[in-house]
C-alpha cells in the first residue's frame, strides 16, 4: 500500500473500509438483507411501476446456472464464477444487473443471483456478496433517469462493457479454460489432458491451471460430481457446471 499506484491504492481502501464495512453492516442490522423488503422505498416505488414491464427475454435457473444465455460475456462470467469461484469485479456487476432484465419478476431476478453466488462463490453468504448483490438492485445507490424495466434503478448495459474493456478477451480467456468429454465409460478428457479415471468410487483428474500446466486433483467421488450415468454415450459433452469444486480458485479482483 505504501508504494502501490495512488489510484489502485484507494480503490483497494475503499473497497477493504468503506464497501466491506457498508455490506458488514447492512447483514448486521437488517434482517432483510437477502430480500427485497431490504432495499430504500424508492427502489420499491419504481419496481412497482415497472414489474409488468416486457422482458427482452427470459431465462430459467437452470439457463443461467448452466451459462446458456444469448450473450456470450454473461455467460463467460457465469463459467469463471463456477470455475473459479469469483468474477472480476467489473464483469460481476455486469452479471448481477443483466438478470434483473432476463427474469419475469425482481424478486426471482434476486433469488436467483444469492442462490449462484452462495453456490458457487468463495465469498458465497458472505456480507460482501449480499451488498454487492442488493447494489444491482439499487441499494447504496440513488436514482437514475427512468427505463423500462430498471425503471429508475441504475442501469448497466452489455454493450457498452465492450467498449470500456477488452470483453472478447475476457470470454476467451473464459471459454478457453476447461472443456471436458466423456470418451468411454471410465475415461474423461479435460482440457488438453486425458486422465484414465475409475469411474466408482473414486478418481484424481488431471486439470489444467491457468497457466497451462496440469495439476492434479484430490480424489474424490466423480459420480455424485458429474452426475452422469457410467453408461453415457460415446462423446458426451458435460456442461461446464460440472467443474469439479476442489479445483483451486484464483483470488478476488478488484
Not at 434482517?31 to 427482452?56: C, S
Not at 484414465?196 to 473414486?202: A, L, T, W
Request: charged letters at 20%; a neutral charge; hydrophobic letters at 40%.
Amino acid at each position: 500500500i505504501a508504494t502501490g499506484p495512488a489510484a489502485s491504492v484507494e480503490k483497494f481502501l475503499d473497497e477493504l473500509i468503506t464497501w466491506r464495512e457498508l455490506s458488514f453492516n447492512f447483514c448486521r442490522l437488517n434482517p432483510n438483507h437477502g430480500k427485497l423488503r431490504g432495499l430504500p422505498d424508492w427502489v420499491h416505488r419504481t419496481m412497482e411501476a415497472h414489474k409488468d414491464d416486457p422482458r427482452e427475454v427470459q431465462y430459467t435457473l437452470a439457463e443461467l446456472e448452466e451459462a446458456r444465455t444469448h450473450e456470450p460475456l454473461w455467460n463467460a462470467a457465469q463459467r469463471e464464477l463456477q470455475e473459479t469461484g469469483a468474477i472480476h469485479n467489473v464483469v460481476r456487476m455486469i452479471w448481477g444487473k443483466s438478470v434483473i432484465l432476463w427474469t419475469p419478476r425482481y424478486k426471482t431476478a434476486l433469488d436467483h443471483l444469492i442462490l449462484l453466488n452462495n453456490k458457487w462463490g468463495l465469498d458465497g453468504k458472505d456480507p460482501s456478496s449480499f451488498g454487492g448483490i442488493q447494489w444491482c438492485f439499487g441499494k447504496f445507490d440513488r436514482p437514475w433517469f427512468d427505463k423500462p424495466v430498471w425503471g429508475v434503478i441504475r442501469p448497466m448495459s452489455i454493450a457498452r462493457a465492450y467498449e470500456k474493456f477488452d470483453a472478447d478477451g475476457y470470454i476467451t480467456y473464459a471459454n478457453s479454460q476447461f472443456e471436458c468429454f466423456a470418451t468411454s465409460a471410465s475415461t474423461f478428457w479435460v482440457g488438453q489432458h486425458r486422465s484414465e479415471v475409475d469411474f466408482v468410487p473414486i478418481v484424481a483428474l488431471e486439470w489444467p491451471s491457468l497457466s497451462g500446466v496440469p495439476s492434479v486433483a484430490s480424489p474424490t467421488r466423480l459420480s455424485a460430481i458429474l452426475r452422469l450415468s457410467p453408461a453415457a454415450p460415446l462423446g458426451t459433452h458435460l456442461p461446464r457446471s460440472t467443474s469439479l469444486p476442489f479445483f483451486l480458485p484464483a483470488p478476488w479482483h478488484s
